[in-house]
Every structure is written in structure tokens, then in C-alpha cells.
């Protein structure tokens, strides 16, 4: 049995009721519902957790080392292209990530085309919807469990 951890960073709680032709009609419950259906149907434990605040999210990464995260699959919203802290976190716990972004960062404005944490993730998925948190777990699940 391996554990992992889907975590998403702010406004992403939004989900599913506004903007839904970038991000979609699913909310972040569903999709949350949904890989935790596909992990104990492995036989597998997720824990998932969304904040808008910073240091929830860095707090909760460090928190991952002590449970024995396997992986963590990582939206880290806005956060993604301004947070050092996030990435320091990530660097310091040595667990890996795959990053995951609903839309494509790359055919959206400047600013977000910069990611501070891509080198650093497993590898990065973006542009494929919320279907792209399945992807992920399924990855994860095959590499690191
Ligand atoms: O495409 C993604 O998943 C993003 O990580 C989403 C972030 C954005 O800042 C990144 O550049 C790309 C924004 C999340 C906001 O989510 C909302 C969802 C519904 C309604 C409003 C915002």
C-alpha cells in the first residue's frame, strides 16, 4: 500500500463554478472524490488537501515526509510562478511531484510561463483539463508505489 497526496493551491477550490471555459465543469470535490476512488480501488491511501495560503502549503509538504508520501501530485495554482518557498519546500523533502496544471500555461499570458518548480517536478502535465489529476495518479501509482 502506497500513500499519496494531492495538493492544490489557491482559488483552485473554485473549481467547477466560475471560469469554466478554462478550467472545466468539475468541481475540486469531484475530482478529489475521484482519485481517491481510483487509489482504494489499488489498494492505495490519498490524502488531499487544498489552501489559498502559502504556508499551509509548505507546512503540509513538510508534513508529507512524516507520513510517507510516495508522491505528491501538485497544482500549486498561481503560486507556481512566484513561489521560492514552495520549491524550497519541495527540494528539502526529497518525496517526488508530478505538477499539474488545468490549462496550458504555455498559451496563456507571459506570466505564466514561468514555472519555479517544473525542473525540479518528475514532469509536469498542463493543458488537459482535470483529467490531467488521473494521469497523473496513474503514473504515480505505476512509478512510485
Ligand atoms: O491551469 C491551472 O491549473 C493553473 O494552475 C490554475 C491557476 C493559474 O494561476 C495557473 O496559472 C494555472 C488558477 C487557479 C484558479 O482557479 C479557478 C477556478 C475556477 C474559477 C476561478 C479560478
Known sequence: MSNFLLLNGPNLNLLGSREPEIYGSTSLADIENKLS?????????????????????????????????????????????SSIALRDALSGINIPFIEVHISNIYSREDFRQKSYLSDIAEGVISGLGTEGYELALTVAMKRFS
Open 37 to 81: 476512488a481510483i487509489c482504494a480501488a489499488a489498494n492505495h491511501s490519498l490524502d488531499s488537501f487544498q489552501s489559498n495560503a502559502e504556508h499551509d502549503l509548505v507546512n503540509k509538504i513538510h508534513e508529507a515526509k512524516d507520513v510517507n508520501v510516495n508522491c505528491i501530485i501538485f497544482n500549486p495554482g498561481a503560486f507556481t510562478h
